[in-house]
């Protein structure tokens, strides 16, 4: 029993990977700025998902007054943001919580931030990187093993006066918050409900009603955006994407939704870790046919499941489990380890559409005891319409970050879900080069 809960234990560890952010550790915590200023004003921030997490990554400033265009620069203002942990219990990991972050665009704007040739605010655009924690709105508890949003403060000092024509900005002092944007998020609602007396937290985004049938689009978090907050499960990574518009535009518009568990999809029915069960399982698949019947213009034949991970893992016992709901199925660096899956699971699943996505760097979940083998079962049992996107590595795919050698900015092997987000895992399908949008696109119950 001992060596089963250490063992279980190590592997909840590694699975943490899947969940904190990269974040530095390099920085030294930085005094709070104390400097009084009479001419106090307010602030909004805009949150953006990136493939490393959501980031704040602007600040809207409140002049107080019109000025134009090209009157400020990036040593304007300086700006100052607290990290601010929820408890005693869970320190802020990185960069200390405390420190100035660096302005690289500053310019004139409306209240949106849009930029403007004249205007009452100035936007500041910050640094982000994958190794620089500042941005970052999450903090990982190691006491509750996963992500939760923190709180923040920002303190924006002016350095140097704003003079356009007769008006002149000087001595402000932005340090009350008026609240902010988060981007794709907030087309998202939060809703729960009680399944199999189990309360289910989750976050959804419906297409522009037209009047037709629009395809589900559903994702599983990875191990560490469980809890109750029901954002949680698409911003702890890109799952937000899913409604971006260039992934929309391929399915006409679809619904997205993402379901958070308490705790971990891996939780058994017995209490085992990733054995092949899993207590969630069917209140999950009861708040999925719950919201597919709420929403009539879901098209019932066009339902697609994925998850990454530990949403990976439950991807794989829905489509084994419920394998005529789906059209198609997409694990990423699933965690269902291949000596867990019968010989009829294999017979019940070539049926399905489905696509493997994983790095051959990936520790976490050994790709040679997991997806691979899988694979190669499903292949041999005959599926006609299976695809396995096996990369090298996990690399930046934005072209945004580099290493120190100028080679992109490599992220720990786990991350494969990253290429699912930004469409990246391609297959030759009948002669033509196919994304894996364009082929979950196509896939229907009709065509099975």
């Known amino acids: 029993m001992g060596r089963r809960i250490k063992r279980n234990r190590r592997f909840i560890m590694a699975f943490i990977l899947s969940a904190v952010l990269v974040v530095s550790s390099s920085s030294k915590a930085l005094a709070y700025d104390t400097q009084v ?61 405390v420190g100035y972050r660096k302005v690289t665009k500053a310019y004139i704007s409306d209240k949106d931030g849009n930029e403007a040739e004249k205007g009452n605010y100035a936007t500041l655009e910050m640094e982000i990187a994958p190794n620089k924690s500042f941005g970052l709105p999450l903090n990982y508890s190691m006491k509750k093993q996963h992500n939760e949003w923190i709180n923040y403060e920002y303190r924006i000092t002016q350095q140097k006066d704003i003079v356009s024509g007769s008006t002149t900005v000087s001595g402000l002092v932005a340090n009350v918050s008026n609240g902010g ?33 629009h395809p589900l689009i559903i ?52 209490g085992g870790f990733g054995d092949g069960t899993s207590k969630y399982e069917n209140a ?35 489509a084994r489990d419920y394998t005529s709901y789906f059209a198609a199925a997409f694990p990423t660096c699933e965690a269902l380890k291949d000596t867990l899956i019968t010989k009829s699971d294999i017979q019940k699943l070539k049926d399905l559409p489905m696509w493997f996505i994983a790095a051959k760097t990936d520790t976490t979940v050994p790709v040679n005891d997991y997806v691979i083998p899988t694979y190669d079962r499903l292949v041999k049992a005959g599926a006609s319409n299976i695809h396995l996107s096996l990369f090298d590595n996990v690399v930046d795919t934005s072209g945004l970050y580099n290493k120190a050698d100028g080679t ?41």
């Open 37 to 97: 200023q009479s001419k106090t004003t307010i602030y909004r921030t805009v949150m953006e998902v990136e493939d490393f997490g959501p980031q704040i990554t602007k600040v809207i400033v409140d002049l107080g007054k019109t000025v134009g265009k090209n009157t400020i620069d990036t040593n304007t203002f300086k700006v100052l943001v607290i990290r601010i942990p929820n408890s005693e219990d869970a320190p802020i990991l990185g960069d200390n919580g």
């Open 408 to 448: 992109p900015y490599e992220y720990d092997g786990h991350w494969s879900w990253i290429y699912v987000f930004n469409n990246k895992p391609i297959d030759t399908i009948n002669g033509k080069s196919t994304t894996i949008m364009e082929w979950l696109s196509n896939q229907s119950l009709n065509k099975k």
């Open 284 to 318: 999950l698949m009861d708040l999925i046919k719950d919201y597919v019947a709420k929403n009539p213009n879901i098209d019932t034949n066009r339902i697609y499941i994925g998850g990454d991970s530990n949403g990976g893992y439950m991807t794989m016992l829905l």
């Open 181 to 213: 944007t988060k981007g794709l998020l907030d087309k998202f609602t939060v809703s729960q409900g009680t399944y199999n007396n189990i309360n289910l937290h989750y976050a959804s985004y419906v297409p522009a009603k037209d009047g037709g049938k």
């Open 219 to 270: 994702w599983l978090h990875g191990m560490g955006e469980g809890g109750t907050d029901g954002l949680l499960g698409i911003a702890g990574n890109k799952g937000v994407n899913f409604a971006s518009k260039e992934i929309q535009s391929y399915f006409n518009g679809a619904y997205v939704l993402g379901p958070q568990s308490p705790t971990y999809w891996m939780e058994g029915t017995t």
